[in-house]
């Protein structure tokens, strides 16, 4: 797995590369990064700045954890119907 970069890094790093005093690849070099890698984090801080469509990080980890939150209550609502239909049968035995 590759190495995580602090947050404050790669924000120097999208800036100097969007400056265009340099080419990317140059950029890239310059910092001891690929151009891939550099490229990633430019299309994520476009995301984040809202000039290209997609999903923000914030957006992602809401709806992560709405997922999470949907599955719980359909895991409880199913526990819930169990119960019903097991004190259902005692109370009506046919």
Do not use: H
């Not at 947050?7 to 990064?33: S, Y």
């Not at 490229?39 to 997609?54: C, F, T, V």
């Amino acid at each position: 797995m590759p190495k995580a970069f602090p947050l404050e890094f790669r924000r120097d790093v999208v800036a100097v590369a969007r400056k265009g005093e340099a080419p990317i690849a140059q950029v890239a070099k310059d910092f001891g990064i690929s151009q891939a890698c550099l490229r990633r984090w430019l299309k994520l801080a476009d995301i984040e700045d809202g000039n290209s469509p997609g999903a923000t990080k914030q957006e992602s980890e809401e709806l992560r954890e709405a997922k999470k939150r949907v599955r719980q209550l359909e895991q409880e609502n199913e526990i819930l119907r169990r119960a019903a239909a097991y004190f259902a049968r005692d109370v009506n035995p046919k």
